[in-house]
């Protein structure tokens, strides 16, 4: 019996975690996403009404909704092959040394994933300012005009990109090195052995047993930028003319600057529905390309 | 990972908030107050004579302008709120409709006479059924100008009308060295605004309801692109307003008293090459009033406090008192009529312009929806190339019917 009761004794706090951070919000945004709750009904529930479905309707009708919506994927398309790539890189160059200095260089790729977003954002915002910014300046040098970075609505998505693609790099490097940590120096000798040059010794050795964790880097990847919120949000406040609003960025703005919960919850579910639906496809693909 | 650090952020602020709330037990009484940006030091100060007088001690927590909706939420979610709260007028409407203020009306301000609607400048939070909060501070639009830059381009008067500004501004934005002649901030949903009234005209239909077809807003409409057109205006939305004015780039603007003391601060020895005058009108030189307010908790612990402290910072000499801390404008209509008698040629002209003023229309939502509405339309045209047409009839269908009461 007290065998029986041990496994669900150690996944119960990660269970209980799991239900109350993510599946009790779902359901209660489940639930709002059917009512017209505003700040008043926040106050007092009786205030707020069931309205059904018309939350949806008036989302789908939205405009600024499937701006986000489309921002999000643009995001999504530009940042994702980025941040995978470059991440796999770097880890691939700084695994070519034990030294004091690809050490040091390790520690360096890894802060912008510790340092707080308010200072990175005031440090890229004056990189990129129009006025005074460091870019515009260099340009200036080079005898090129200025460039609106953040404030021009075809190029804010690509700046902003840049930001969360340097941060989103730095978590993925250091699970590329662990992964590149547990390849066997053997196989690598080996294969150098019997004249293999380097660039084959990464694509056919290195890269089939990295695989899973390109996977499990794409597909975090690819969730974490369906969901990018903190770098248009200090940034750009998702401006000019909501060319940068994600829709995490929308909901927010809906619910705490609007008060529209009813609206919010609405959209919530549907970021989740969409996120749950990219994921499934990513893991079934892995499943086909495995079998 | 950005949800969970959202409902993090909800649970530490409930800690904090539990935490603020629940010191005020015992037997000495406490009111904790929220007062706007950084001015909570200087308001600490303010009351001192309060606290020694009455033994109520004040709390004062600072609340980032641009985070107030965040934490007003928050605490109407946990019911557990300040006890007085600054609320800017653009605000009111929203947090009075969310039921977390106390109803100042009629009978609970009986034995606060200070705090009677006819002794303030705006009188339109105290009239009606219901009021939710008495006026603190004042705050309006005027023209800053750099009296030094104009002469050197032969402009010796600030303009009267919009036409002079889009003129003088071709003027300066000509002159050698480069520049600009004006300034458009791209997040300022009054200035267009402002332009209606001074062009004779309102966004408010006679039924109270937002109305974008008055001719006055089209005449409003082409000025605004019009200073864009002519490349007077910076096009890029991170220009700072400050430094632009500091340095000539943008020698006029329209912005608050709360310039002058940015720029005092940022570029002391600019003082006496510039001045601010009056809005530009062509029919009438309306500004905007705005300010902020303060309400009472609903729920808050210790009402008459509440209202005892509403009593002593309306009372004009705490107005005054907070004029030379803050430099806020005073609610006050008596303590406006000495700062505008004794403090200075600045400070005429902002008590001046608010004698002319009016608030923003009482819609629902101006920030977030009514006001973006109109800034999103504006600078789509002269950011984006799209057709003044067909974006304003989107503005119109967007904000058609919205209530303005």
Known sequence: MSRQIIPYAFIAPAMLLLLAFGVLPIAVALLV??????????????GAGYVGLDNYRSLLADSAFWQAMANTGVYTVLGVPAVVVTSLAVA???????????????????????????????????????????????LGVAGLPPVRWLTDPALVKPSVAVVAVWRGTALNIIIFLAALKAIPREYLEAAALDGASELRRITSIVLPLLRFAIVFVTVTTVIAWLQIFDEPYVLTKGGPLGASTSVSLFLYQQGFSSGRFGYAGAGTLVLFLVIAAVTLLQVRARRLDAS | MSRLRTVLIAVMSLVVLTACSGAGDGSSRELTVWIMGDSSDRFQELVE??????RIRVETVAVPWDSIDQKFTT???????????QIGLSKLRAYTRSGALLDLAGPTLKGHPGLAARGFVDRTALSGGHASSVPWSSDTRVLFYRSDILAAAGITEPPRTWEQVRADAKVLTARDGGGYGFFIPQWDSA??????????GDIVDAHRRIDFGDPAFRRAVDLYTGLYADGSVPADGDFDQVQGFVSGATPMLVSGPYLAGAISEAAPELAGRWAVAPIPGDVTHTSLLSGSHLGVWRTGHDRDAALRLLDFLSEPRTQLAWYRLDGQLPAVRSALDE????????????????????????????????????????????????DPGTALRELSAATRGTSAS
């Open chain 2, 49 to 54: 004579p309060f606290s020694a007088r009455t």
């Open chain 2, 339 to 386: 700062v505008r008698h004794a403090a200075g040629p600045q400070a005429a002209v902002y008590a001046g312009q608010l004698s002319e003023a009016r608030p923003l229309p009482q819609v629902p939502d101006w920030d977030s929806r009514t006001g973006k509405a109109l800034l999103d339309a504006l600078n789509s045209i002269v950011l984006t190339g799209a």
């Open chain 2, 75 to 85: 605490a109407v979610a946990s019911g557990k709120g300040p006890d007085v709260l």
């Open chain 1, 92 to 138: 691939l160059l700084l695994n070519r040394s034990e030294g004091r200095f690809f050490r040091a260089l390790r520690a360096f790729y890894f802060v912008p994933a510790v340092t707080a977003i308010v200072a990175v954002s005031l440090v890229w915002g004056y990189l990129y300012n129009t006025q005074f910014g460091l870019l515009n300046h260099l």
């Open chain 1, 33 to 46: 996403s059917l009512t017209d709750l505003d700040l008043a009904g926040l106050g007092d529930w009786a």
């Open chain 2, 191 to 200: 200035l267009p605004v402002i332009m209606t009234w001074s062009m004779g």
